[in-house]
């Protein structure tokens, strides 16, 4: 694990990366005045950011936004700006990279991720929360998938995260039929591990965070990939990607110490 204590932020200042402790990096966005809203910088930002992570390799990683809400997904005005010069498909093409570059990154992370989520979460923004391992929403936050009345369709994974998550059924349903979906219902959705209030969502955050670190390295980098390897290979392959996993966390001393610790204990 490579920690350094340098920060990343890109040039508007609006997507930030910062250390809390050692192996844990923290993703902020940044833009409160305009409750998060992701223009061309944020999204480039966060491609950025994803791939600062990735040099870096830290055990865990965090997910938080400094404003009343989240995020409000892609920012309207600046869809608003490019249909007035004519420029909406060279536009699009260039921001959903940057952010399809930035979701398949973070994606990948061998870092576990836990996202912190208050009031408004939106469109795109859902990609965010969904390429977590824990997700905690406070008690008022809300997911609104606008796609539709916008007339748009949707991006940043979310039209392939969600129907893993719930079902395609339920998916439907969210990205057509659902204005918005509160957070005791997301959570009863399984598309939550936690209800929080505002006051307790950073030190939740933490806490995962500080239990995740606690664990040895290979052991939770196994069972990530595991988990997320399993929905897509037959069982045969899955049950050899186990045995090399178990494999390289037996090599790990700290596996052995424990292990022997357990045998020893009355």
């Given at each position: 694990?490579?920690?350094?204590?340098?920060?990343?932020?890109?040039e508007?200042?609006?997507?930030?990366?910062t250390?809390?402790?050692?192996?844990?990096a923290?993703?902020?966005?940044q833009?409160?005045?305009?409750h998060?809203?992701?223009?061309?910088d944020?999204?480039?930002?966060?491609?950025?950011a994803?791939?600062?992570?990735?040099n870096?390799q830290?055990?865990?990683?965090?997910?938080?936004?400094?404003?009343?809400?989240?995020?409000?997904?892609?920012?309207?005005?600046?869809f608003?700006?490019?249909?007035?010069?004519?420029?909406?498909?060279?536009?699009?093409?260039?921001?959903?990279?940057?952010?399809?570059?930035?979701?398949?990154?973070?994606?990948n992370?061998?870092?576990?991720?836990?996202?912190?989520?208050?009031?408004?979460?939106?469109?795109?923004?859902?990609?965010?929360?969904?390429?977590?391992d824990?997700v905690?929403?406070?008690?008022?936050?809300?997911?609104s998938?606008?796609?539709?009345?916008?007339?748009?369709?949707?991006?940043?994974?979310?039209?392939?995260?969600?129907?893993?998550m719930?079902?395609?059924?339920?998916?439907?349903?969210?990205?057509?039929?659902?204005s918005?979906?509160k957070?005791k219902q997301?959570?009863?959705?399984?598309?939550?591990?936690?209800?929080?209030?505002?006051a307790?969502l950073?030190?939740?955050?933490d806490?995962?965070?500080?239990?995740w670190?606690?664990?040895?390295s290979?052991?939770?980098?196994?069972?990530?990939?595991?988990?997320?390897?399993?929905?897509?290979?037959?069982?045969?392959?899955?049950?050899?990607?186990?045995?090399?996993?178990?494999?390289?966390?037996g090599?790990?001393?700290?596996?052995?110490?424990r292990?022997?610790?357990?045998?020893?204990?009355?």
């Open positions: 694990m490579n920690f350094d204590a340098e920060t990343f932020a890109n508007a200042g609006t997507v930030v990366v250390w809390p402790s050692h192996g844990h923290r993703l902020l966005l833009r409160p005045a305009h998060n809203a992701l223009g061309l944020e999204l480039a930002g966060l491609s950025d994803a791939q600062y992570l990735q870096k830290p055990k865990v990683v965090s997910i938080l936004a400094d404003s009343p809400n989240f995020s409000v997904g892609g920012d309207i005005k600046a608003s700006q490019a249909i007035s010069h004519d420029n909406l498909e060279n536009w699009l093409r260039t921001a959903i990279g940057h952010f399809n570059s930035a979701i398949s990154q973070l994606r992370l061998d870092a576990a991720v836990v996202v912190g989520v208050q009031g408004a979460s939106a469109g795109g923004a859902l990609g965010l929360i969904w390429c977590a824990h905690i929403l406070t008690e008022d936050a809300s997911i998938m606008a796609y539709a009345k916008l007339g748009g369709s949707p991006d940043g994974g979310t039209s392939w995260l969600l129907p893993r719930v079902n395609p059924l339920r998916a439907f349903e969210m990205f057509t039929l659902m918005s979906l957070a997301a959570m009863d959705w399984g598309l939550a591990n936690q209800l929080v209030t505002r307790d950073g030190h939740s955050v806490e995962v965070a500080k239990n670190l606690a664990l040895p290979q052991s939770l980098k196994n069972i990530k990939q595991l988990l997320r390897s399993a929905p897509s290979q037959d069982l045969q392959t899955h049950l050899a990607q186990e045995l090399e996993g178990f494999v390289s966390a090599k790990q001393a700290e596996f052995k110490q292990v022997l610790k357990f045998a020893k204990a009355p």
